[in-house]
């Protein structure tokens, strides 16, 4: 994941036109991508720009959970992807990848399918919310990308999860 | 590749030899299927080296030919420090009493010749208790890079005619090379002797890659590859190592491929709009044909040997099960029952049996059953036991087995479809997805 998050605050920082170097930025992005939400206030902190991506993922919230072997969305899924509805009506030169995810409890290939079924939903609810479609792509890591790694609920309950991944331009 | 001259030479010596009278009753065999099997006791002494330049080999393949057969659990190596008679000259008669004295019942002897960069390796196996010599002498011909081959080759041989299966120690297997943590693993396809020998990369660790499967003939890997940013089915040469991707469906993802029997056909499932479904596709012209539309997911597809039917996974019931279906789509019969949940199907090369992993009481196993479903064997439990693939004779099963928790270590097993002999193959780091090749020619 960390690669990822590197990868959306370099976006960030390219997006503000920041004369911050991208590797503090990419520091503060490691940060983020722990889940924290909580990144050191700078001068140039992306996440205090509502417009910004690091505010997408911090603020609003880039992912959602699900139960074992579902794609179901929650009462919690829907409010956050609703509120992530509002940001990328709000920020039309984003487009977004939703990584799918599954826990380690699975093989390999039904977990790529699940990651596929979790990815699909978010996609779903998203585009029923006003989004176009061509804004959105569908991705599953199945089981291969856990965040937390103990083989305990507290971290499989983390890993069941779909990211949305903003990334510049109106499409993907 | 090199050794594709194996001679089969008679020699004088053992027409003399089976004019012997029988000295014992048993027969030298092993029935593998007899649940009080015990490993037969062997001696493989030192090979002769018929010149100076053979002799560092002459150790060697001799030493492999041992691990080979003792690794099958099977067998029982006489220590050396036992031994009454040595061996130094090929055609000379053998001394049975001394063998037998030492209890050896099967005894190896070998010959190895080098002319240049040319190795010549001759082997003989005699069953010391009736005093004969158990077929023909055979010689094979290869490089000094392939010595290990040679080796395989003969135990090969007398693995096979001893216990009347098939032969599999010449073969390799492909694999996922894994190093780093849980969540920052990389992966990289390597391919190894199937004693975890001669490990040779394929791909460089910047892409995620999971699953390879060997075609028919061993020349060729399937495997998915997240080099595009997306999961994408692609062909790798071994010889070359140059790969493509196969065709694909804009805004798909596609995985879980397996070429059919005759290397033509490639069956793997894709996901569109949150469905996967399993599709088959001529591999020269890249049309796909969807086999089956179902809402569930389907997938892990396998070929039976003759090619005529495929064994999935699919939670069409509404946790994950196994069905089987015509190659060319249609209706699917279940064929697992039992509680919890199966995946990961493969035939057996023999066509008689399907392996599996079961997931059911918070455990793994790897599992096999008859292709009708019943007589289902659970051979392993752990916390994470995946991905069976068989051996070319299907006789035994290599799995990866990984543990749990943060510093959980990944690795690859083999079990013995008697659910004897589970062994760790031996990998420099970590590994996981084994793909057993084809016996080698």
């Known amino acids: ?172 | 590749m090199i050794l594709s001259r194996i001679t089969a030479f008679l020699l004088a010596a053992a027409v003399v030899l089976m004019s012997l009278p029988m000295a014992a009753l048993a027969e030298l065999n092993l029935e593998l299927d007899d649940p009080n099997i015990e490993p037969m006791p062997f001696a493989v002494p030192t090979f002769v080296a018929e010149n100076a330049e053979a002799s560092a080999f002459a150790n060697q393949i001799a030493r492999v030919v041992a691990e080979d057969l003792t690794g099958t659990g099977l067998f029982r190596e006489i220590s050396k420090d036992a031994y009454i008679s040595t061996v130094t000259n090929f055609n000379s008669p053998v001394q049975y009493a001394d063998w037998k004295a030492i209890n050896a019942q099967a005894l190896i002897v070998g010959a190895v010749n080098m002319n240049g960069n040319n190795v010549t390796v001759k082997f003989r196996l005699f069953d010391v208790f009736s005093g004969a010599a158990l077929g023909d002498g055979l010689q094979f011909g290869g490089t000094t890079t392939s010595w290990r081959r040679m080796a395989h080759k003969v135990a090969d041989a007398a693995y096979s005619r001893i216990t009347g299966e098939g032969a599999y120690f010449d073969s390799r297997v492909v694999f996922v090379s894994e190093t780093g943590p849980k969540n920052e693993r990389k992966k990289r396809l390597a391919i190894m002797d199937y004693d975890g020998a001669n490990v040779q990369f394929l791909t460089d660790s910047r892409s995620l890659v999971l699953a390879p499967r060997f075609s028919p003939t061993g020349d060729r890997v399937l495997y998915t590859s997240y080099e595009s940013g997306f999961p994408k089915i692609y062909v790798l040469d071994v010889a070359s190592v140059g790969r493509r991707a196969l065709a694909d469906q804009p805004g798909t993802m596609s995985f879980a491929p397996r070429f059919s029997p005759n290397g033509q056909t490639v069956v793997y499932s894709l996901s569109s709009g949150g469905n996967t479904d399993i599709y088959r596709m001529d591999i020269g012209s890249g049309a796909p044909v969807r086999l089956t539309s179902e809402p569930s997911i389907e997938t892990a597809p396998s070929f039976s040997p003759d090619g005529k039917q495929i064994v999935f996974e699919s939670d069409r019931s509404g946790n994950q099960q196994l069905y089987i279906m015509s190659a060319n789509g249609g209706e699917a019969r279940r064929i697992s029952f039992g509680t919890g949940r199966y995946g990961t199907p493969v035939w057996s090369p023999r066509g008689d049996l399907v392996a599996f992993t079961k997931q059911s009481g918070g455990r793994f196993h790897i599992g096999v059953m008859r292709v009708d479903g019943s007589d289902e064997q659970l051979l392993t439990s752990s916390f994470l036991d995946e991905g069976p693939s068989w051996s070319p004779n299907g006789r035994v099963i290599m799995f990866m087995r990984e543990s749990a928790g943060a510093g959980g270590e990944v690795g690859l097993y083999s079990i013995d479809i008697s659910g004897r002999n589970l062994r760790r193959v031996t990998t420099d780091g970590g590994a996981s997805d084994p793909a057993w090749s084809p016996l080698l020619k």
């Open chain 1, 1 to 172: 994941m960390t690669h990822t998050y590197k990868a959306i605050f370099v976006v960030a920082a390219l997006g503000l036109g920041a004369c911050t170097n991208p590797g503090n930025l990419a520091g503060n992005g490691s940060g983020a991508g722990a889940g924290t939400g909580t990144g050191t206030v700078t001068p140039v902190d992306p996440a205090s720009n509502p417009n910004s991506p690091a505010y997408f993922s911090q603020t609003i919230g880039d992912r959602v959970l699900f139960a074992v072997d579902t794609h179901t969305l929650t009462d919690a899924g829907r409010a956050t992807l609703t509120a992530q509805a509002g940001w990328l009506q709000a920020n039309p030169e984003y487009a977004a990848i939703i990584e799918g995810h599954a826990d380690e409890q699975g093989t390999r290939e039904h977990n790529l399918a699940l990651g596929a079924r979790r990815s699909n939903a978010v996609s779903e609810f998203l585009i029923s919310q006003g989004i176009a479609a061509s804004r959105l792509r569908t991705l599953t890591y199945g089981k291969e990308r856990p965040l937390e790694i103990c083989s305990a609920e507290s971290c499989y309950a983390k890993n069941r999860r779909a990211v949305t991944v903003i990334s510049a331009g109106a499409g993907v």
